[in-house]
């Protein structure tokens, strides 16, 4: 049964998805705040968690990159609850830390949609699945751990700047669209900008150094990694 941890500091919403996640039999937590919720997934780990963003104390985003410190390795599934509406916010819970998003106020039956498909992945949904990872050109991917390491050295990576690396260099030459990133690394139906897509190939370009000219511009379609040493980035 897969574990559901809540973090909402709002009782009432708290109390009504705890009752809707219940009768859809998922093993569910609630917790009000991050330092409460930090407490709870050291000793219980669960296997998603709704974060609200506007947190009293450690705020929504502040409580992903604790998170991460410790659970780099083996990050929950994370769903940000929202009543933002600023893209650019969205785009970088995104791109950051999280794999869906869903603004408040939201449809019962849309929040159960959406936790059924982010759980899918945990057995083989959109996310590629490699068991030993991949290497070239000094550019390793440990897929268990989530880290990246350059000529041995080990890189920091956003979530989406993982998530697209490993896919490009999972299928080298491969070339694919804005939008099939997009769809690859978060699933379908997310609003986030090409220029959002274009940013992370820059910041992985510069973050690679002389292997990150093998990441490839295919004018007016999208980017593939390139195995090819004689290259010309666009």
């Known amino acids: 049964m897969n574990k559901i941890l809540i973090v909402e500091d709002d009782d009432h ?6 009752y809707i996640l219940q009768k859809e039999n998922y093993s569910v937590s609630g917790v ?17 968690i709704l974060l609200d963003i506007e947190l009293p104390g450690i705020n929504g985003y502040q409580f992903c990159e ?17 009543d933002q509406i600023d893209v ?3 785009e970088k819970g995104l791109a950051s830390y999280a794999d869906d998003y869903i603004a408040k106020p939201f ?3 849309l929040l159960v949609a959406r936790i059924k498909a982010n759980l899918r992945r945990l057995t083989g949904g959109a996310e590629p699945v490699s068991s030993e990872g991949v290497s070239q050109f000094g550019v390793a991917i440990d897929v268990c751990s989530r880290q990246v390491t350059l000529n041995g050295e080990l890189i920091a990576l956003q979530k989406m700047e993982f998530d697209i690396l490993f896919l490009l260099m999972s299928s080298p030459n491969r070339v ?3 939008d099939a990133l997009i769809s690859q690394s978060k699933g379908d139906n997310y609003y986030i900008s090409d220029r959002a897509i274009d940013n992370q190939i820059y910041k992985l370009r510069k973050k690679l150094g002389e292997a990150g000219k093998h990441l490839e511009t295919v004018s007016g379609v999208g980017y593939r990694f390139c195995d090819s040493s004689n290259l010309c980035v666009t």
């Open 13 to 18: 919403i708290r109390e009504m998805v705890l």
């Open 32 to 48: 009000g705040s991050a330092e409460a919720a930090l407490s709870h997934c050291n000793q219980n780990r669960p296997d998603l």
């Open 66 to 82: 604790r998170l991460l410190e410790v659970h780099r390795k083996n990050m929950p599934l994370i769903i940000m609850l929202t």
């Open 88 to 90: 650019s916010d969205i």
């Open 107 to 109: 449809n019962p039956r």
């Open 176 to 178: 694919f669209s804005r």
